[in-house]
């Protein structure tokens, strides 16, 4: 079968194990993760794409795939849903000498060479499955073509105190990396890298086979393949971006990534610079009683509300019962909060039934915030208290 040639194929790592989030990937897989009342992490850069006009998307997926696979279908929700393109689900498969898992992110791409292989693409996008964010790939892709570069690399600035803990790009006054630093103790520049890259397919296909030989690399794109590309002297580039972009890959940057998106002014607006795409099941309106107190909350779709809710974010199909009091916290689709029940600073997975004068985390003062944490389809039994910081 001959398969039409595209300019750019997108291909999104989302095989991750997520660990430190915890019981919320247990049983699913981290971009399957509800964020924002009625979306999963996985929407975002999946708008993203056809919002920049890639059509085209392979979603290299590993861990606890069933839920994630089931969510993506045939791409309908997203427009992907082509004879030509479209998304495509790439689990690890058996290879006529080997079969393993993804062994890195390069490795990962390099298993998948034959799907790449089949659109003839000039520029490779790469992307991570935890980010939340909105971006126009298309300008970056330009802006890579403009530099006649072999990759390019989306950055932010960070503040100095912060830079050690990210990838740095050190770039000349044109653009162009001269030195990459994974996780420097003292950081020349503040240029972080998003782990978002777009690559030349031909130059990036000759790296990743070479990369597979070598028994002593990570088979990681921040490891091996983009400082063996800076040594061989290939022209990369830095491109940067200055919208919001949040990894969402611990408990606590969940939360808050959930926590900006309320207020007069968020920092981070859902319904700015481009529609998010889901696969949303049809609910009715929300349910307001007038015996209920909403202040700054974010209320999906098909929920029953009679409590008070404070600053928090309530997920499609949820309910919750006169007297229960729900504040600074995430709840997740399908959970069912009891009269009297209070929690604060939490996040209550999907499909949780909190029982009556159930108590789920604590106040915040001037020390850390403790997030509790609990796991998808539980029963939280009539009185139970579940202290702050708590994750079962």
Not at 168 to 192: C, L, Q, R
Not at 241 to 246: I, Q, R, S, T
Request: with cysteine.
């Amino acid at each position: 079968m001959k398969f039409e040639k595209k300019h750019c194929v997108a291909m999104l790592l989302a095989g991750g194990q997520g660990s430190r989030l915890k019981v919320l990937t247990e049983n699913t897989a981290k971009p399957a993760v509800p964020f924002g009342g009625k979306y999963r992490i996985i929407d975002f850069p999946l708008s993203n794409c056809v919002n920049s006009g890639i059509n085209t998307v392979g979603i290299l997926t590993q861990y606890q795939p069933l839920e994630l696979n089931e969510y993506i279908g045939n791409g309908q929700p997203w427009g992907l849903n082509r004879s030509h393109g479209g998304v495509q689900v790439l689990p690890p498969y058996a290879r006529s000498k080997k079969s393993e898992w993804y062994k890195g992110t390069a490795n990962a791409i390099c298993q998948n060479i034959p799907f790449i292989d089949r659109y003839r693409p000039e520029n490779v996008l790469i992307l991570s499955g935890d980010h939340i964010y909105k971006m126009d790939y298309s300008k970056m892709i330009r802006y890579h073509e403009q530099c006649g570069a072999d990759c390019t690399i989306a950055v932010r600035d960070v503040p100095l105190e912060e830079a050690s803990r990210f990838g740095i790009m050190n770039t000349n006054a044109d653009g162009s990396i001269y030195e990459f630093e994974e996780k420097p103790a003292h950081p020349k520049s503040t240029n972080a890298s998003m782990g978002i890259y777009v690559f030349k397919w031909e130059v990036l296909r000759k790296f990743l086979l070479e990369d597979d030989e070598d028994p002593e690399s990570k088979n990681d794109f921040g490891k091996n393949i983009i400082p063996k590309m800076l040594d061989a002297g290939h022209r990369l580039f830095a491109y940067d971006f200055e919208g919001y972009w949040k990894d969402v890959g611990t408990i606590s940057s969940l939360w808050e990534a959930n926590m900006e998106l309320l207020g007069q002014e968020p920092a981070f607006d859902l319904h700015a610079n481009g529609r998010i795409y889901a696969r949303n099941y049809a609910m009715p309106s929300s349910f307001i009683s007038h015996e209920s107190h909403i202040e700054d909350a974010l209320i999906a779709e098909g929920c029953e509300i009679f409590g008070i809710v404070r600053h928090s974010v309530i997920s499609t199909g949820c309910s919750i019962e006169a007297g229960a009091l729900i504040e600074d916290s995430v709840i997740m689709p399908n959970v069912h909060i009891r009269a009297d029940a209070v929690i604060r600073n939490s996040i209550i997975g999907e499909d949780v039934t909190v029982c009556r004068g159930a108590i789920i985390g604590g106040g915040h003062d001037d020390g850390e915030r403790e997030i509790s944490v609990i796991s998808k389809g539980s029963v939280i039994k009539e009185g139970t208290v579940v202290a702050p910081g708590v994750i079962r």
